[in-house]
């Protein structure tokens, strides 16, 4: 059965892949037949090599973003989790834009996500 421990490990794990672009640890991520979703509305990327393939070709400019996630709700093979993603300008220091993060996550056995959602919001600006 997944653990909240299971999933806060594979979030950071998420994490250190955006970071790295590491093409092993993109891969280690997913099941080789995974659904990817940006967003709920646009047609997912199916597949490990998709997936990977996109983050490669969108990557974001090193040391500009960084993000946390923790589980909040885990039942039998799905969970959803919450976090935030910081995108900086090219110093690094100054925050361009925030997103607040949901995912929703499939595992299979062996602790690869096979289906991935993500739902974001921007806070609104005052």
Request: aromatic letters at 16%; charged letters at 25%.
């Amino acid at each position: 059965m997944l653990t909240h421990q299971q999933v806060n490990q594979w979030l950071q794990d998420y994490v250190a892949a955006w970071k790295s672009y590491d093409l092993d640890a993109i891969r280690a991520l997913f099941s080789a037949e995974a659904i990817y979703r940006y967003n709920p509305f646009d047609e997912p990327l199916r597949g490990r090599e998709a997936i990977v393939a996109s983050w490669l070709e969108n990557r974001d400019v090193p040391n500009t973003y960084t993000a946390a996630y923790k589980s909040i709700a885990v039942e039998g093979s799905t969970a959803v989790s919450n976090g935030r993603s910081l995108y900086y300008e090219v110093d690094g220091k100054t925050l361009n834009r925030q997103y607040d993060n949901i995912f929703v996550l499939h595992f299979d056995y062996e602790g690869h996500c096979v289906d991935f959602c993500e739902w974001f919001l921007q806070p609104r600006k005052s």
